[in-house]
């Protein structure tokens, strides 16, 4: 499956804007899909995940109340809506996805991920 993430670009703080993760080759597998970020000089950290058989969503404490994401089956993308953006979300975000199913507790674990999107950067002013 390749994964092309899409939707970033440039906004005020607390602003929004709403990430999109599409996938061809084949559809979304049971597995989760994630969705991690890299700011500069940092580590890459999770940010959310879908369980695709489920639809049950954790997040990172971080982006909690402000983030959500959600899927659409018909049209095999999930998508990561941000709103009251900070400065500190300011990163490349990537998506995941992995081949069946894991425990929930493991869906914050980059190394978890079978496919990954190239990264769309997000830039959030002050």
């Known amino acids: 499956v390749q994964l092309q993430a899409s939707g970033g670009g440039l906004v005020q703080a607390g602003g929004s804007l709403r990430l999109s993760c599409a996938a061809s080759g084949r559809t979304f597998s049971s597995g989760p899909v994630g969705w991690f970020r890299q700011a500069p000089e940092k580590e890459r950290e999770f940010v959310a995940a879908i369980d695709m058989w489920t639809t049950g969503t954790r997040y990172a404490d971080s982006v909690k109340g402000r983030f959500t994401i959600s899927r659409d089956k018909a049209k095999n993308t999930v998508y990561l809506e941000m709103n009251s953006l900070k400065p500190e979300d300011t990163a490349v975000y990537y998506c995941?996805?992995?081949?069946?199913?894991?425990?929930?507790?493991?869906?914050?674990?980059?190394?978890?991920?079978?496919?990954w999107g190239q990264g769309t950067l997000v830039t959030v002013s002050s």
């Open positions: 995941a996805t992995r081949d069946g199913r894991i425990i929930t507790s493991a869906q914050d674990q980059a190394g978890a991920y079978h496919y």
